[in-house]
């Protein structure tokens, strides 16, 4: 069986290797000159280094993500750490971890005690809606796809002040979206899953290395970079230097946008929505910790990308307002947030700023966006040809974890005794007792 893979990002990636793992004779194409799509690198065209297009997270109930990682040898480069680092705008260090040795939900108890940067009034705010959240279980999120999660927070007595300095700086970053705009479904899924099913499931992953790194030793033995596809046919791709691949089935693995470009019957009403990310080099270490969540903006995360703390890497998700911004003004801005949130950077020189906006990082998990987002099923048109991405029915939102479950559920629907979509984190059991199983 011949299969070619369009679209070297997440899901072409995890499809390609879940294929050639069952003995699939798989091609995997990619436009570009690295593996990773979005979730990639850049050479640098002032040092020639090798950059992130963005600073990219995972967490301990990203089960599929994981498993990809160790299918291609680069779990090794994930390290995992138990605390998650806050910063207000002061400087001032806030911690939030769970208590090794205790299931969830209640490892989460002592942290929030402990919790400085909220006060005892949104301690209870914040505790009343999580009890409610569990109390929902899987099946009450599912029925609040219509609902924006401004309306629920409104609904269960979320303070304005609570929002901007929790929600806020968990939420923007795991949906790439306002916080009050998202789909009140994939907000509290992300609190589920995350923080109050498992006690592993908010451990925060940090790649060790480049994104690309993470990449270069893929188990597939036909990965074609730089290799554009000019058109698809029912059992052909017709390649732009005008080779022409036979297969007996293909899995598209592109954005959706691409996808129209290519089956202009198919098209997909998706927002797009940006995320920026900005290199920092100074002449002093300036950040010891390896990330930190910022209550106040512009910046939203800021990461330490040296062992030294003389390079950083900041993010601000759902970008909307900063695509057209000068990036001298940006980086003027960034570097005055860097040096009041980070007191060791008062006294260091900055020496560059490299800004990347990726301006269609992600559609945007509105209210009902489910209902166009496709299956990986084919087509009734093309029935060899399979689609992969975070934009189709993953059961979560644009994430790298939704990607790789999109590139498993093709391969499984080529080879239907074979199972590559790993479970989620077993809810343990005061969070079962509470009813976030059902």
Known sequence: MKTIVIGGGLAGMAAAVALESAGVD??????????????GSFEDPQTGEELDNCQHVLLGCCTNLIDFYRRIGADHLIRFERTIHFRDSTGRLHDLFGVQGLPAPLHLGPAMLRFSALTWQERVELSRAMIEMIALGKSGREKLDHLSFGQ???????????VRKLYDAILIGALNEETRRASAKYAIKVFQDSLLAHADGYLIGLPTSTLAEL?????????????RVA??????VTLQSGETLAADNIVLATNHHSVSRWIPTLRFDLQDVPILGVHLWFDLPVMSESHAALFDGPLQWIFRKDSTGTSLHGVISAAREWVDQPKERMLQQFEQQVRMVLPEA???????GVIVIEKRATFAPLPGVDRIRPSQKPLSQMPNLYL?????????PATMEGAVRSGYRAAELILPNARFVVDDLPVQWPARLLGLHR
């Open 231 to 236: 058109s698809i046919e029912s059992n052909r």
């Open 26 to 39: 798989v091609t995997l194409l990619e436009a570009r000159k690295t593996l990773g799509g979005r979730a």
């Open 215 to 227: 990449y270069r030793r893929i188990p597939c033995r036909d990965v074609r970079l730089s290799t």
């Open 388 to 396: 992969a991405g975070d934009y189709t029915q993953t059961g979560w």
């Open 152 to 162: 629920w927070l409104d609904d269960h007595g979320q303070s304005p002040s609570l």
């Open 346 to 352: 008062r006294d260091a020189k900055l020496l560059r």
